[in-house]
Structure formats: structure tokens, C-alpha cells
């Protein structure tokens, strides 16, 4: 029961190197999700995809570009790191896109940028 | 645009004590509400949701959770915490106009003392 897979764990860049997060989900859910989190200010959507071939703006996506490449992986790429982006990054997906439907989570990505 | 309070950041609580968490969202339309939980290292985890029907919800691990519509509020509570349960909190919404979006609270961190 693999869920929502995150890629890589762990990551520590230098300002204005590029990276790209890796999220893949097995559940054949529509929606996928990214997400920061920060102390004290819980999970920021930064993009999301509805479903297949689509993908649109969350609260905080400046900085960031995604690629929903095909129902199963979601990609999310930092073009030119800056510190203000270190954060741990969540993934999630969900089923379908009625509100009432939970997400589920990967075990997230935690990225240090110096 | 929807936004989610959880007053409480840190909570202290011995083992067999009662816990009740705040939360309040600002949405005055149709909502889905959600508690998630984080264990230390660990992705979020769905406890419990209310989309419809009675206000008092039953989730995982003998949580509860009321909806008070008049109060904005989706308090989360236990009659008798335990070790296991020290992790941090969060309270989402999705408001029935965000389509997509869900709004997570800040966060509370619950620590309980053996």
C-alpha cells in the first residue's frame, strides 16, 4: 500500500540552483495537491491539478511551477532556489474533486535551501 | 476568502486528562470540515470529517468533533488523552465556492506527559 510517494526525503540546495520534487500516487485519484508547510502557519497550497492535463494556482505559488504529467505524478520544480522557499513539501492527492472527499498525504520532502 | 483559526498553538496535558482544540473558519456558506493529525516524522492523517448530517462527528482513535454552525466552529475533542496522541493538529476547510481548495489552520501542537 504504497498511497501518495514523495521523492526525495531530503534535499539541501544553494541559492539559485534548481530542483525539481517528485510526487507519484497509486490510488488512481484525479486530483493531486502541493503543498508547503511552515511553524505556526500550517499547509499552503501552492499548485494543484483537478485532474489530468490540467493544473492551477494555490495561495502561494510564486517561486514554483508544477507538471501534472500523467494521472499518476505530479512533479514540483523550484526554478532558482531562495531561502524563503525552505520548508517541508507535501503531496496529496484525492479521489475526485467534490469538496466533501479527504486528501491523503506523502511522507513529505523536506528542503533546506542555504 | 476562506481562512482557519486554531487559537491554540501549544497544549500540555497529562495522560487521562480531556482535550478540546479550537478551531473556527470565516466561510458563512456551505463547508467540509476536517481534522488532520501529524505524528512527529510522520505525513498528515485523516481523524475525522463533516460534510452533512449530525453536528457531532466520531473519528479515529476515540476523537470527536462538533459543528457549530452559529459559531463557525469545528471543535475537536477526547474525553481521556494518552501518550500516543501527543502530535500536531490541524483543522482544514474546503468551502463549498473553492472548489479545489482546502485551508488548513495553523496548527496545534498537543504534547502529553506520561
Known amino acids: 500500500n504504497a498511497g501518495v510517494t514523495q521523492t526525495p526525503k531530503f534535499q539541501v540546495l544553494k541559492t539559485g540552483q534548481s530542483m525539481t520534487l517528485q510526487c507519484a500516487q497509486d490510488?488512481?485519484?484525479?486530483?493531486m495537491y502541493w503543498y508547503r508547510q511552515d511553524p505556526g502557519m500550517g499547509l499552503r497550497l501552492i499548485y494543484y491539478?483537478?485532474?489530468?492535463?490540467?493544473?492551477d494556482k494555490g495561495e502561494v505559488p510564486n517561486g514554483y511551477n508544477v507538471s501534472r504529467l500523467n494521472k499518476r505524478e505530479f512533479s514540483l520544480r523550484l526554478e532558482s532556489a531562495a531561502p524563503s522557499q525552505t520548508s517541508v513539501y507535501f503531496c496529496?492527492?484525492?479521489?475526485?474533486?467534490?469538496?466533501?472527499?479527504?486528501?491523503?498525504f506523502g511522507d513529505g520532502t523536506r528542503l533546506s535551501i542555504l | 476568502a476562506q481562512s482557519v483559526s486554531q487559537h491554540n498553538h501549544h497544549v500540555i496535558l497529562s495522560e487521562a486528562a480531556s482535550l478540546e482544540l479550537g478551531c473556527n473558519y470565516s466561510?458563512?456558506?456551505?463547508?467540509?470540515l476536517f481534522w488532520y493529525v501529524q505524528y512527529p516524522g510522520q505525513h498528515l492523517q485523516l481523524l475525522l470529517k463533516?460534510?452533512?448530517?449530525?453536528?457531532l462527528v466520531k473519528g479515529i482513535k476515540g476523537f470527536e468533533a462538533e459543528f457549530i454552525k452559529s459559531k463557525f466552529s469545528f471543535n475537536l475533542r477526547k474525553p481521556s488523552v494518552q501518550w500516543s496522541d501527543t502530535a500536531e493538529y490541524f483543522c482544514?476547510?474546503?468551502?463549498?465556492?473553492?472548489?479545489?481548495?482546502?485551508?488548513f489552520g495553523g496548527g496545534t501542537r498537543l504534547m502529553v506527559k506520561p
Open positions: 496529496a492527492s484525492r479521489r475526485g474533486s467534490q469538496s466533501n472527499q479527504p486528501q491523503h
Open positions: 490510488m488512481n485519484h484525479n486530483s
Open positions: 491539478s483537478a485532474s489530468e492535463g490540467t493544473t
Open positions: 466561510y458563512g456558506g456551505t463547508v467540509n
Open positions: 463533516y460534510f452533512s448530517g449530525d453536528p
Open positions: 482544514a476547510v474546503n468551502a463549498g465556492n473553492a472548489g479545489n481548495m482546502l485551508t
